[in-house]
């Protein structure tokens, strides 16, 4: 008789149209582990906490398994010791490593907007020869782009303080717009779409159970971005145009897939997040930055044309490589976990 598990949470929810929901059904079901559609099976998968159906959840020999694809910045409190120790097992990706666990990278796919991303396959490999061919990682086509930075991300808030957005919304207010380029939602929009933007943070917060930082929520509601450019449709496209890519992770306890869409369009990844050494990602492959204007702008000046070739080749070499592929891509990623989940049993 075959063990069964359920899907419950953000990736369930949206089911086939889901990549995180397929990827992981077709690694569990490659193990010969089988779907059920009631929460009475062997193993009970959570794709990011979710406080209703824990309660649903009865047969006490179920096995419970926690997937933490949502940042600290997003959904704190399955950060929580408390809701912690209600799962047998729990996996990060792109994580810190503890002694107890083991790293597994995040599920990368090459998505135009990784807020929807596509269940259809794209194959790293095929763009990642594109991008060689097209001589993304050659210096001289690199010091041709006229542009400087470019930040690619929104304008969002967080329950927690425990977030890097502040720092995104400091860096673009207080840098240049001749320096850094901003694209991405809600950086220009009114009053109410940022009230109501702010507010559907805080009643989302208190419904998973954590009280939010009304400082953190409502801070800079009034502030100014001359940075601001628009919205592109394929951020792939825009980023080429860069030099460097600012990179500023939702919280610096992840690597996400931000640091890999700089690298695979040529771009120099200035990178604002965990020291991700400890993720193992060279550090030849980014510029590691604190978050200051002085830091930043300064990266940027001092970085000679040697350096700049070296590193484009430094990604360039890590972007073709097995290791790449085996750690980062997603299928390969959920194969790993899939493998984590069925040792339980």
Request: glycine residues 4%; contains cysteine; hydrophobic residues 40%.
């Amino acid at each position: 008789m075959k063990r069964t598990y359920s899907v419950v949470g953000s990736a369930r929810q949206l089911g086939a149209r889901q990549s995180q929901y397929v990827e992981l059904k077709n690694a569990l079901n490659a193990l010969e582990l089988e779907e059920s559609d009631t929460l009475e099976s062997d193993l009970v998968i959570f794709v990011n906490y979710n406080r209703k159906f824990l309660r649903k959840v009865k047969n006490r020999d179920s096995k419970l398994v926690l997937i933490r694809l949502e940042p600290r910045a997003v959904l704190p409190i399955q950060y929580k010791k408390r809701i912690e120790n209600k799962f047998d097992l729990i996996i990060t990706p792109g994580g810190q490593v503890d002694l107890e666990s083991k790293f597994i990278g995040w599920p990368y796919k090459y998505d135009l907007n990784p807020s929807k991303p596509d269940a259809r396959f794209t194959s790293l490999k095929s763009v990642i020869k594109e991008a060689v061919g097209e001589r993304f990682f050659e210096v001289e086509q690199w010091n041709a782009k006229k542009n400087a930075v470019v930040l690619v991300a929104a304008n969002k808030v967080s329950p927690t303080s425990k977030s890097n957005y502040s720092i995104r919304r400091y860096l673009a207010k207080n840098l240049s717009p001749q320096f850094l380029y901003v694209y991405g939602p809600l950086w220009q929009a009114s009053i109410s779409n940022l009230i109501v933007h702010r507010f559907r943070v805080m009643v989302y917060s208190i419904r998973t159970g954590y009280l939010p930082n009304i400082k953190e929520i409502y801070g800079s509601l009034l502030a100014k971005y001359l940075t601001f450019v628009g919205e592109p449709e394929d951020k792939h496209k825009m980023i080429r145009e860069f030099k460097y890519s600012l990179v500023i992770e939702n919280s610096s306890d992840y690597c996400s897939e931000k640091i890999f869409d700089a690298m695979i369009n040529g771009s120099i990844p200035i990178y604002v997040g965990p020291k991700i050494a400890e993720r193992y990602l060279p550090s030849s492959l980014y510029l590691w930055c604190g978050g200051t204007v002085q830091e930043l702008t300064t990266l940027v000046e001092t970085f000679s044309e040697k350096n700049s070739a070296d590193m484009l080749k430094s990604m360039k070499d890590y972007l073709v490589s097995d290791e790449f592929i085996e750690n980062w891509q997603s299928d390969k990623v959920y194969e790993k976990i899939a493998k984590e989940i069925k040792d339980l049993i």
